[in-house]
């Protein structure tokens, strides 16, 4: 887990050197104003420091995925179980997901507000002290292969807003997706039957020409099942009989 420290322009080290030496020339001087502001800029940062502190280890996810594999175009489920174990409430708690690419998985709404589809997914709340949240994440997988997502980062911002702390998570712990190929329906198929009587064509797979066993009446059949000698001899068309 690699964690990135984000801070408004005012709590930037450099704008706190320049604090601590305000409050000591305002000491120094017995300025009053300069000495408040500096101070206060000061404890304003350590407080923020100390709260982002305590709570970013206390925080943890975890995912669950009820299935083994889905098809191209089937949309599931993935849902997250975000726990806040500290003793302090979080604001404003963000968790964005990125995909590699639209050709690999593909997010299904975004905060809860739209069903468009998208690359990236983001989700704020609110956790307050010791509890736990789980989020439903929708998602669809568009080609075949093993698919995973590219980051998983937490968001966590004091309740000022002044600073934040990015937890970006690596990618071998990041769920892994198999999809596989789309399985069609497959319609009745309505065979037709070749069974002598039956038949549509000339040529049946299951009719042997040379067992002759007998004749009956000419059921417009090809010329060449009409039994000729039979048909001159009773004066009427007559076929062969297999």
Not at 7 to 28: A, E, K
Not at 165 to 192: A, G, H, N, S, T
Request: glycine share 4%; aromatic share 12%; hydrophobic share 40%.
């Amino acid at each position: 887990m690699n964690i990135h420290d984000e801070r408004i322009w005012i709590l930037q080290w450099r704008m706190l050197i320049l604090m601590v030496i305000l409050l000591i020339i305002g000491s120094l001087s017995g300025s009053i104003p300069v000495v408040f502001f500096s101070a206060l800029v000061l404890t304003v940062s350590v407080l923020s420091s100390v709260y982002l502190r305590a709570v970013q280890n206390k925080v943890t996810w975890r995912y669950e995925k009820y299935f083994e594999s889905t098809s191209i175009d089937e949309c599931f489920d993935v849902f997250i179980e975000l726990k806040n174990e500290s003793f302090f409430p979080i604001f404003n708690f963000t968790i964005d997901i990125e995909s590699r690419n639209e050709k690999e998985l593909l997010f299904i709404g975004n905060d809860n507000r739209t069903e468009a589809e998208n690359t990236m997914y983001s989700f704020s709340l609110d956790l307050p002290p010791k509890s736990q949240k789980t989020i439903k994440v929708k998602m669809k997988g568009t080609s075949r292969g093993h698919h995973q997502w590219s980051s998983l980062n937490l968001l966590l911002t004091d309740p000022l807003k002044l600073q934040s702390k990015r937890l970006e998570y690596q990618k071998e712990i990041l769920p892994v997706f198999k999809v596989i190929p789309k399985i069609q329906k497959l319609k009745d198929l309505k065979l037709k039957s070749l069974l002598q009587g039956f038949k549509n064509t000339n040529h049946s797979i299951f009719l042997d020409e040379t067992g002759i066993v007998g004749t009956k009446e000419y059921e417009n059949e090809s010329f060449r099942h009409i039994h000729w000698l039979a048909t001159a001899k009773e004066n009427k068309l007559l076929a062969k009989k297999y």
